[in-house]
């Protein structure tokens, strides 16, 4: 079964930082992009950042200077680096991959969501 797990959410003043991680798990075959998506109360999810398997990234303009993100294609790991954090950057954030998988020995491609991490920037 293929999952994605994150983990480094919290609590923290505006102008501090936070990272955050998502490993995908299961009979993994090929993960191209990966992307952190954000939620906040009574607006719609839009997209922070993604990065392709071979490194290339985009990012909303809103957080550009400010996050980074990077993977690890080895550990399937995606992680997002979050400086200089304002109030306005609190949603619950979640992970995105499009993930090909094995399983009953053919392969198949779904679209996974992690559980979704709360980020909580107070000013």
């Known amino acids: 079964q293929v999952q994605l797990v994150e983990s480094g959410g919290g609590l923290v003043q505006a102008g501090g930082s936070l990272r955050l991680s998502c490993a995908a798990s299961?009979?993994?075959?090929?993960?191209?992009?990966m992307g952190w998506y954000r939620q906040a109360p009574g607006k719609q999810r839009e997209l922070v950042a993604a990065?392709?398997?071979?490194?290339?990234?985009n990012y909303a303009d809103s957080v550009k200077d400010r996050f980074t993100i990077s993977r690890d294609n080895a550990k399937n790991t995606v992680y997002l680096q979050m400086n200089s954090l304002k109030p306005e950057d609190t949603a619950v954030y979640y992970c995105?991959?499009?993930?090909?998988?094995?399983?009953?020995?053919?392969?198949?491609?779904?679209?996974?969501w992690g559980q979704g991490t709360q980020v909580t920037v107070s000013s």
């Open positions: 995105n991959a499009p993930i090909k998988y094995y399983s009953g020995g053919y392969a198949y491609e779904h679209d996974y």
């Open positions: 299961g009979s993994i075959f090929s993960i191209n992009a």
């Open positions: 990065i392709t398997s071979g490194g290339s990234t």
